[in-house]
Every structure is written in structure tokens, then in C-alpha cells.
């Protein structure tokens, strides 16, 4: 069975401290790796995938499959960073549920 | 583009009764997702759509909730009877491409 465990509830970080956003899975195959962002009285929205490697809003994520690890890094938060993440692996085409985690929610501390 | 909508927004029902919500996926999308967030808890997949065929239904309580996409564009689904642990927030999304899936603001349901 497909596993996501983001092991933090809640995070609080300092305004320009380097952020790291946890998140584990346990998946059968290839998952492609996704996190999704909640801003407050926002919508649900995909913040970056893995496959892209791209730096979203100065966001990075680095897929390590021998930790089954996909953690959020970023090195020097913002205020407008705080909101909800969830991390979402899914299978490939074809089977691509997304399952999600529970959810961190970060806070940035000016 | 405009976004998902959902109607409504917030809901409050009695255990035993029945409720409906209505999404409007954003325009060209086939692909259409329902799923289910309980208080504390990420998104759950109840149905998803592939224009009006259903692709993955595995996790929708088949004995209480069904889910129509009639037409390939609007959905609802409905809940008949209400228990209380069906409080939650009802979300749909949609999708071009199977891959980056937008959210609709999300239906409030509250069971008393």
C-alpha cells in the first residue's frame, strides 16, 4: 500500500532561516513526487514536481530514492511562505492517484 | 482561465439526511476528481472521471456516495445517508493533462 509521512505538523522557522519540509513515502514502482501548497483562504495548488526540477518561489525538492525521501528545502524564508504543504507521490500514467500526506503546516516568524 | 467551481460552500445537514455538490471543472479539462478532507488530514481520492467514464473509484463508500459526471463537463456527488463521519470538506479538481490537478475552493460539510 502506497505510504506518505510528512512528520511534522507544525514547523515555525525565522524570517531568512533556511526551511526544510519533510516527507517520506513508501511506494510500489516509480512514483512521480509532487508537493502542493495551501495558502490561507487560498486554494489547494501544485507547487512543483520532481520530474520538472524546477526552483518554484525559491523552493527546491530533491528526490532521494534510496531514502524514499522528497523533502522542500529553501534557504532563506519568507513571510509569504507560511501556509500548508502537502507532499503527493502518485503512480504513472495511467495510475496516477495522488496520495498526500498529512500536511505540514509552516509558519514564518518575522 | 476561470478556476473549479463547487457549490455550496458550506453545509450543514442532519446524520440520516441526504446532500448533493455540484463542481464545474475549468473548461476543456477531462479529467475530474473528487476527494475527500477530513479535519487534520490530507486530500483523499474518492472518484476520478475521464470525461464521463469513471477511471478509479476505489475509495468511494459505495453503499452511501455515488458521483455523476453526465455530460463529460459538471459533476456532483451525493451522500444518502449522512453519517457523522462524513464531516469534511469535499474538494474537486480537474485536470488537462492527468497531471497537475487545480482545486476548486471546496464544499464544508458539517453532519449533526
Known amino acids: 500500500a502506497q505510504r506518505v509521512t510528512q512528520p511534522e505538523k507544525l514547523l515555525s522557522v525565522f524570517k531568512g532561516a533556511p526551511v526544510e519540509l519533510k516527507c517520506n513515502y513508501s511506494?510500489?514502482?516509480?512514483?512521480?513526487l509532487f508537493w502542493y501548497v495551501q495558502y490561507s483562504r487560498q486554494r489547494l495548488q501544485l507547487l512543483l514536481r520532481?520530474?520538472s526540477r524546477e526552483s518554484i518561489k525559491g523552493f527546491t525538492a530533491d528526490l532521494n530514492k534510496g531514502e524514499t525521501s522528497f523533502h522542500l528545502k529553501k534557504p532563506f524564508a519568507q513571510e509569504e511562505d507560511s501556509a500548508m504543504y502537502y507532499c503527493a507521490p502518485s503512480g504513472n500514467f495511467g495510475n496516477e492517484k495522488l496520495t498526500f500526506g498529512t500536511g505540514t503546516r509552516l509558519t514564518i516568524i518575522p | 482561465e476561470a478556476g473549479v467551481a463547487q457549490s455550496p460552500r458550506y453545509k450543514i445537514i442532519e446524520k440520516r439526511q441526504s446532500v448533493a455538490f455540484w463542481c464545474n471543472p475549468i473548461s476543456g479539462h477531462a479529467t475530474l476528481y473528487w476527494y475527500q478532507q477530513i479535519l487534520g488530514q490530507g486530500p483523499k481520492l474518492l472518484i476520478q472521471f475521464q470525461n464521463n467514464g469513471v477511471v478509479d473509484d476505489s475509495q468511494l463508500p459505495k453503499d452511501r456516495f455515488s458521483a455523476e459526471r453526465l455530460k463529460g463537463v459538471d459533476s456532483t456527488l451525493k451522500i444518502q445517508p449522512a453519517k457523522l463521519e462524513d464531516s469534511a470538506v469535499y474538494l474537486c479538481?480537474?485536470?488537462?493533462?492527468?497531471?497537475?490537478?487545480?482545486f476548486g475552493p471546496g464544499t464544508r460539510l458539517t453532519v449533526t
Open positions: 511506494y510500489s514502482g516509480s512514483p512521480e
Open positions: 520532481h520530474i
Open positions: 479538481a480537474s485536470s488537462s493533462d492527468r497531471v497537475e490537478q487545480y
